[in-house]
């Protein structure tokens, strides 16, 4: 029997008689009998799981470590440029074999009793396997052919690596649907180098990282930076478009456009953030943008289900995952890039705007606030359920009102139903 179909959720019941997923209950955000399902319904599930990027791995034997959910993963460039991803635990006593963050090597080798493996995870030497001096040697009914670290689906788009426990899975572009690969593309139009890299980590679950990012309801009022300077408005002219049963959300941005009506009644109803004039910064160079792209948007935001984010904002483009590590813990891992064909005044351009975006930057900072907030404040009423019905209760696969809890609706639903909640 399945280990995890064997927990049992008890008399667990979603809230709410909607189509749709409208309310979301305390418990999915700490209960450690959730956190295991979904370890197997949805990251061993029918996702593509974002491990990483092409130009991270450019070389044979490169190689990167990750998770996916809470399997370790290593992610090598193997023999005639095949991208492998195999998970990091040793056939023999289930040590990770790979222990470094990235790194370039002929094979790996086990620290523990040093069995050696392939680049594509090939059990390739176990040490003392005919024993030593006439003694001792692996028993008989021992075969090395049949051990070996899980081998997952791996699949590539425009340079962006996705990985996949499940045969069952639907084709890449498919599963990442037309809007988000129209606007992948876009980002990804041409080679791509990394400009750094950070961590951030929170005391507070993954989902909530995965709904902020859909919730484009708190990115006009939590965020006073994005407001004060015009970054982000809800006022602002845009589009959202949810696809694939909700998985997916894409966000995007006219900069300069915007209704004047709108923004006047905004500034009245959300007077803690709207502070125009009352904010200033001492180097306004850090919003020195350039407009790179022709259609005149300043702001992509794109997310994958489960754990991927991808963002555009003004000039700093960079990629997130999110790994879990128990209910009431994540961290993110944030990947800066900008395009080879860059000179040196853009890089600094750049690297000075991700000052924005970081997790110690003026608006990401404010994001794990409200993850660890959120998590605080269900700890103690964890009967209590989250309610989201800003601008409706349905999940339209296209609106123009950028505040609508729509995609965290979309979210929510592609999860219940992958969970086999509702
Ligand atoms: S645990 Fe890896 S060689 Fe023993
Ligand atoms: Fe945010």
Redesign the pocket.
Known sequence: MNRIESIDLGDFEWPGDEENATEVPGRVFYDPAIYQREQEKIFRGEVWNFVGLEVEIPQRGDYKTVYIGDTPVVLVRGDDEQIHCWVNRCSHRNANIVLDNYGNSDGFYCVYHQWGYGLDGTLESVTFKRGLGGKGGMSECFDQTKHRPRALQVESFHGVIFASFSDEVEPLEEYLGPTVAKFMKRIFNRPIKILGRQRQHMKGNWKLYAE??RDGY??SL??VFFATFGLFRASQEGRIHVENGGKQTCFYTFAGKEDEQAKAQGTKEAAHTYQEGKFTLEDMSLLAGKMEWDDGINLVIIDVFPIMMLQQIANVLNIRQFEPHGPDSVTVHYTFFGYEDDDEQIDEMRLKQINLIGPAGL??M??GL?VEIAQKGIARDSEASAVIKMGGTDVPTEGDFLGDEGPVRGFWNAYTEMMELR
């Open positions: 902020n990012p708190h990115a939590l965020h608006v990401s404010e994001d409200a």
